[in-house]
């Protein structure tokens, strides 16, 4: 069991290589499997994971008992650490990450704005460690989903210094809207 998305392997990170994690449960469920006898109860549990230093996992744990669905969930999403390029309290630049019908839309904010998002979203970008940022959810509400589109959205940024470096260009040669707040937080 455990979330399954893809990524470069240069972006995952194992557990000693993060600071102190901390973990958030974002979502927590009773499943009745109906037998002869009447029904059997177990327990799934979603996890997030960070550090709020870039690095984040989220995992899917299941169980008969709730402590043990959330203890599997842990170590699932600890083995999924993945590293998301921070700028300051925000991101880069705007990004949509999808997953299945679930789209994340997500663009940095000013210092002071808050994360704004939803619980699921929420969750994930406060594991990260940002703290300035706008977010809208398309599609789909399920738990499950957001976790995996906003991870797919983050797993899409990239450090400004890494682009310049890849145009051969300068930082401060970098033009648009897309990295206005970058040169202005990098000064």
Known sequence: MGANYECPSYKRVAPQECGELSEKVVSLNRVAKVVKG????SFSAL???GDAHGHVGYGLGKAN?????IRKATEAAKKK?????LVGRTIPFEVVGSYGSARVFMKPASNGTGVIAGSAVRSMLERVGVHDILTKCFGSRNPHNLLAATINGLLQL?????????????????????FKQVTEVRA
């Open 38 to 41: 009447g029904r059997r109860f």
């Open 47 to 49: 996890v997030v994971v």
């Open 65 to 69: 008992e709730v402590p043990d669905a």
């Open 81 to 85: 650490l993945v590293q998301i390029p």
């Open 158 to 178: 990239e450090a400004p210094e890494e682009i310049a470096q890849r145009r051969t260009k300068q930082l401060s040669d970098l033009h648009g809207k897309r």
